[in-house]
């Protein structure tokens, strides 16, 4: 693009003028106008620039001056920048700043490499940073630096890159500990992340909001719901609530309480803010929404309009969500097309929600046509939904043109194949069926495995598939085939299409003694949970329509009450029905 280049060269002209051989003046610059105009952030890369080249010329640069320009440019940087979409101008002014820096000997300062570390951090620039961190020795880094190289690469994803550091790091403090913590989230490694905070805390460390919160974001992921209980009391005990501007905190807690199912506790820490926010309504009314209490939810958001708060976009991703569950068509679409009135222009995920809405209420045809006429492209998993609409209300036409669609743009992931499979299978199109499947072993496309976790004494315990890696094996497998005599006594009989079971866990194959995860977790929760306890799992996938059936039966000869967050809802199991009414 020429007008980049053009900027490219109007930034080099700017500060490849002259050497600086000069080096440092000692002199203070706090008091200088420059200086001050420099330290206001914000500004774009090529302003930081031209006030730079105002300092040079009136004086020589101090490490106070690269400081501030380093810090200017990381806080003028966008979060994940794509070098390909045009943050150019951020790479080259990291790159000139460096540079700079280098020549005039600012390097042999720690500040300025740890405002170096930190903009590269910034830009995603892992390498660069690392090779900055490798390449000054051991003694001219300090905590600071140890810190920002962890967190760099916890933020781009990099767990391995910020353990192996963090384990060779002179000296931890909190915040290291934290940023080990986020990076573990950041990776999707709950399980570990409680791990990590389990020996923050051994070695004596007190947590702060920061790290609180994060702990509340693993909790919620893997609905443990003591654990989480156990923070609220540590905030509660510490004094946390009464410091003003922790709504953060609270809105991590309503969060937990709403995807662990506990309703109650929500409610009652959000009736316990004293100054609630846009974002803390949003958690509250999305978290009755996917709880199954869309009216609920819908009425929540009525209220907020009518207390003078103004929706944002995420708002209406959950308000549109809580009308998909409470099945209300006319409503969401109203919503929907009220959205420009609150001055929020619909986005992709919209869009989404407004084809769910109404593919789940059956109106697939109409659901169609939003995808296909809307601004933007939708995303695989918005023709996902639409699928699943496609499959529950078995309609083959549009299903058949959804699926070829969702294995054209995901060739890889074996989910799309198996969905398509079962559409011909429950149809009875075998031919077409065979050939799906036959098409998905040429190509070697894999099913994303299913985790199921239950939290019990303060650990959680994770299964997979036919898993026997538990203590308990033998224990559950027993009680599973004992549960599995006795239900089809009260009328269980196993799903007769058990070649969509197959289809569906690639686990199973070959072996007649294996369940799907949320049943070991199941069998696990009834052989160690108190009767007087619900049973809580997490499943990163959707419940199978076998084991839905299953657990409603198990929920009605054990007389427990079993609860079930898959990847998209909640599912109450009590005395033999579901919160969901099979309908999910
Ligand atoms: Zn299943
Ligand atoms: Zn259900």
Not at 403 to 417: A, F, S, V
Request: charged share 25%; glycine share 8%; with cysteine.
């Amino acid at each position: 693009m020429p007008a980049r280049r053009h900027r490219h060269r109007f930034l080099a002209a700017l500060v490849g003028l002259r050497s600086a051989a000069a080096g440092f003046s000692t002199a203070p610059s706090q008091g200088c106008p420059l200086h001050a105009a420099l330290a206001r952030r914000g500004a774009p890369a090529a302003a930081a620039f031209a006030l730079y080249s105002r300092i040079r010329a009136a004086a020589s640069p101090t490490p106070y001056t690269f400081s501030l320009l380093l810090a200017s440019l990381a806080s003028s940087s966008p979060r994940a920048p794509s070098p390909a979409a045009g943050e150019c101008d951020g790479l080259a002014a990291a790159g000139l700043a460096h540079a700079q820096a280098l020549k005039c000997g600012a390097l042999a300062h720690t500040v300025v490499t740890n405002c170096l570390l930190k903009l590269y951090c910034a830009l995603g620039l892992l390498t660069d940073a690392r090779r900055v961190f490798d390449t000054t020795g051991a003694a001219a880094l300090d905590a600071v630096s140890w810190n920002t190289i962890v967190s760099g690469y916890g933020k781009s994803g990099d767990l391995e890159a910020a353990r192996e550091l963090f384990v060779r790091m002179p000296d931890r403090s909190l915040v290291s500990w934290s940023a080990m913590v986020d990076a573990c989230i950041r990776a999707e490694q709950f399980s570990e992340a409680l791990r990590v905070f389990d020996r923050m805390m051994e070695e004596g460390f007190r947590p702060d909001a920061v790290v609180l919160v994060s702990m509340l974001k693993a909790c919620a992921h893997l609905g443990a719901v003591e654990r989480g209980r156990w923070v609220h009391r540590y905030l509660e005990a510490e004094g946390f609530g009464r410091r003003p501007g922790n709504v953060m905190l609270e809105t991590a807690l309503v969060d937990m309480y709403s995807k662990c199912g506990c309703m109650e506790e929500a409610w009652q820490v959000f009736d316990g803010v004293r100054s609630h926010d846009v974002v803390l309504w949003n958690a509250m009314i999305g978290g009755l929404a996917t709880n199954g209490h869309g009216k609920r939810a819908i009425e929540l958001f009525r209220r907020m309009l009518e207390k003078g708060f103004v929706p944002n976009e995420s708002t209406f991703v959950v308000v549109l969500c809580a009308c998909t569950h409470a099945g209300r068509v006319d409503e969401g679409k109203q919503v929907f097309r009220s959205m420009r009135d609150h001055g929020v222009e619909p986005r992709r995920e919209h869009y989404g929600c407004l084809a769910d809405l109404l593919g789940r209420a059956g109106l697939v045809e109409e659901a169609e046509a939003v995808l296909l006429d809307m601004p933007m492209e939708p995303h695989a998993s918005q023709w996902g939904s639409l699928m699943s609409s496609c499959l529950m209300h078995n309609n083959i036409v549009v299903g058949e043109r959804v699926g070829k669609k969702l294995i054209e743009l995901e060739p890889d992931d074996g989910g799309r194949y198996v969905v398509l499979f079962n559409l011909y299978a429950v149809n009875g199109l075998w031919e077409d069926a065979k050939a799906v499947r036959q098409m998905m072993e040429e190509r070697g496309a894999k099913k994303e495995t299913g985790l199921s976790f239950i939290e019990w004494n303060g650990l959680v315990h994770e299964f997979m598939s036919g898993d026997t890696r538990h203590p308990q094996t033998r224990m559950i497998y027993a009680l599973l085939e004992d549960m599995e005599r006795r239900l089809q006594l009260i009328g269980y009989v196993k799903d007769t299409s058990r070649v969509l079971i197959d289809m569906d866990d690639e686990e199973d194959k070959g072996s007649t003694l294996s369940y799907h995860s949320e049943r070991l977790a199941l069998a696990f929760g009834i052989l160690n949970i108190p009767h007087d306890m619900p049973i809580r799992i997490v499943k990163n996938l959707r419940v199978c329509r076998d084991c839905h059936v299953h657990a409603k039966l198990v929920s009605k000869l054990y007389q427990r009450e079993i609860i079930v967050r898959d990847r998209h809802r909640f599912h109450l199991f009590r005395d033999g029905v579901c919160s969901c009414n099979d309908y999910w």
